[in-house]
């Protein structure tokens, strides 16, 4: 039950994906086969370089929406050993003895692998908001 919303935007994605294969010029495939090689090849040694800045913005943006989903977790997790770090801050918070600053230094470990994420792609994301903008 905790995997199926993150098949939803499975359209979306598809949508991207296409909209970015659709703007490579298609000299390049021409030159490809040209060069012998078949569609496979192509598409591993061509379309997936090119497609680098695009498949780290869908990462970042599933790893993201998948770490600060609160509410389904907390709707489908009913086992502690399943919870995920948003819902045990918010089941320690509802605690009575809990202190404000242990809540605090709580959530700010929950946003550290965010942050590690998001500073490991900046290159691809600096990539891919630099290439919206070019016309194929």
């Given at each position: 039950?905790?995997?199926?919303?993150?098949?939803?935007?499975?359209?979306?994605?598809?949508?991207?994906?296409?909209?970015?294969?659709?703007?490579?010029?298609?000299?390049?495939?021409?030159?490809?086969?040209?060069?012998?090689?078949?569609?496979?090849?192509?598409?591993?040694r061509?379309?997936?370089?090119?497609?680098?800045?695009?498949?780290?913005?869908?990462?970042?943006?599933?790893?993201?929406?998948?770490?600060?989903?609160?509410?389904?977790?907390?709707?489908?997790?009913?086992?502690?050993n399943?919870?995920?770090?948003?819902?045990?801050?918010?089941?320690?918070?509802?605690?009575?003895?809990?202190?404000?600053?242990?809540?605090?230094?709580?959530?700010?470990?929950t946003?550290?692998?965010?942050?590690?994420v998001?500073?490991?792609?900046?290159?691809?994301?600096?990539?891919?908001?630099?290439?919206?903008?070019?016309?194929?």
């Amino acid at each position: 039950g905790m995997l199926f919303p993150w098949l939803a935007p499975a359209p979306f994605y598809i949508f991207l994906y296409k909209g970015f294969f659709d703007r490579i010029p298609s000299s390049y495939f021409d030159a490809a086969r040209i060069d012998g090689s078949n569609e496979f090849n192509t598409f591993f040694r061509i379309c997936v370089p090119m497609s680098k800045p695009i498949i780290a913005i869908i990462a970042l943006q599933a790893f993201i929406a998948g770490w600060t989903d609160f509410f389904w977790y907390y709707l489908v997790a009913n086992k502690p050993n399943l919870w995920t770090l948003n819902v045990a801050v918010y089941i320690i918070s509802q605690l009575q003895q809990v202190r404000q600053n242990f809540l605090m230094g709580l959530s700010v470990v929950t946003i550290i692998p965010v942050i590690t994420v998001a500073a490991i792609f900046s290159k691809q994301i600096k990539d891919s908001i630099m290439g919206a903008g070019i016309k194929g």
